[in-house]
């Protein structure tokens, strides 16, 4: 990919994190561990996109939380370096930690509702999550499958 492209290719990803309220230099940093096959350093990566070192490490600490990149300590040193994750499964997997978290947090609100259109509304919300991580879990017992 070339120079150009690939600055077009974070800053869209960084625009597309921006779009859903989440830190464009996140996006910025996700998209150029996409496109990069070894893992960087956090100097690496705050020199390739232009960030300083005070944005690209909570980026980083986010995107591990999501399952969707890693760190790799380096033996006798501090230093990190970073990698995008395994794709589909490891940002499901840490999609369903969090959603069956919302799910077990609405169940408590339902029992705080009097019968009727708040309980109402609170049960279709969970239904809407149960039924996103059953479908979830199910496209990834297929793939695992394969």
């Given at each position: 990919m070339t120079g150009d492209r690939s600055a077009a290719f974070t800053a869209s990803m960084g625009e597309l994190f921006a779009a859903w309220d989440l830190p464009r230099a996140t996006g910025r940093v996700y998209g150029l561990l996409l496109i990069t096959d070894d893992p960087l350093s956090l100097d690496a990566i705050g020199e390739r996109l232009g960030l300083s070192k005070a944005a690209v490490s909570p980026a980083v600490r986010q995107l591990n939380s999501w399952g969707l990149a890693r760190s790799l300590p380096q033996p006798g040193s501090r230093r990190l370096l970073v990698e995008a994750a395994g794709g589909l499964e490891s940002l499901l997997e840490a999609s369903h930690v969090r959603a069956r978290a919302l799910i077990a947090a609405l169940r408590e609100g339902e029992d705080l509702a009097a019968p009727g259109p708040a309980r109402e509304r609170?049960?279709?919300?969970?239904?809407?999550?149960?039924?996103?991580?059953?479908?979830?879990?199910?496209?990834?017992?297929?793939?695992?499958?394969?």
């Open positions: 609170l049960r279709d919300v969970v239904d809407l999550f149960t039924g996103y991580v059953e479908a979830g879990e199910h496209l990834l017992a297929r793939r695992r499958a394969r």
